[in-house]
């Protein structure tokens, strides 16, 4: 059941971005040749935090973001190791036991709005997910009951980043230029986020991105060779 879920998602995403993409030849074709070229905004983003509601524990995941106009468009998976102290007397001594309950993995599809200004991005969407959980549960005899469950989500997230203002050459690590100037680059920014469902959960974390954040003209200044 999982892998038709995903395919589902990723050819629902895909049919839409065909339909947002051949709109907007259409509006391109009728612009003037004077205008300046631009490219699509198309970014994938890397999170990883922590979940302080429902599923407690480290998370992780990335999204693959397209945004036309100001609306987005999102996939998104996480995972979440759902962890507890589950021993309170070596709590006393400020001793933490971890022990592993499961885990949590979403599959979703988003979509909201996103603002920008030169260097930062604003952006909220809701949508669609399946959901799958593991809970693991201690016996008497020192094993572990487990159980499975699949179920449909409505997923959340509200997000912030900050990238270039201008083309400029890529740099690795933020440090080593390479190529010449393009609208690809990183950011760097936060994510709120979380799911309403039988098993919900909030959780904040930091997200590393890649792509093209927002339109670049094909004009260079001599700045953006730096």
């Known amino acids: 059941m999982q892998p038709k879920v995903i395919l589902t998602l990723f050819a629902l995403l895909y049919i839409t971005v065909n339909v947002v993409a051949q709109d907007s030849l259409k509006v391109d074709s009728a612009q003037s040749l004077n ?20 599923a407690t524990g480290i998370y992780g995941g990335f999204n693959i ?3 036309h106009k100001k609306n987005l468009f ?26 592993d309950q499961g885990y949590y ?18 952006s909220f969407s809701a949508g669609a997910s399946f959901n799958y959980r593991v809970r693991k549960y201690p016996k008497a005899d020192g094993g572990k009951t487990i159980t ?11 997000n912030v980043n900050w990238f270039k203002g201008r083309k400029r050459r890529f740099r690795i ?7 010449e100037p393009t609208a690809f680059g990183a950011s760097i920014g936060f994510k709120l986020q979380g799911n309403v469902s039988k ?28």
Request: hydrophobic share 35%; no cysteine.
């Open 65 to 67: 973001n397209y945004q």
């Open 74 to 99: 999102t996939l998104r998976y996480n995972a979440i190791a759902d962890l507890a102290d589950r021993n309170p007397q070596l709590r006393k001594l400020q001793i933490i036991a971890i022990e």
């Open 199 to 226: 098993n919900p959960y909030l959780a904040l974390g930091v997200v590393y991105g890649l792509g093209m954040f927002k339109h670049y003209n094909d004009e260079i200044t001599k700045t953006a060779n730096k």
């Open 148 to 158: 499975y469950a699949y179920y449909p989500g409505l997923p959340f997230e509200f």
């Open 105 to 122: 993995k979403e599959y979703g599809m988003l979509y909201g709005r996103r603002y920008l200004t030169n260097t930062r991005g604003l």
């Open 35 to 54: 205008q300046t070229k631009t490219n699509p905004v198309i970014y994938s983003d890397f999170h990883f935090g922590w979940s302080f509601l429902g």
């Open 173 to 179: 690590y933020h440090i080593i230029p390479v190529g």
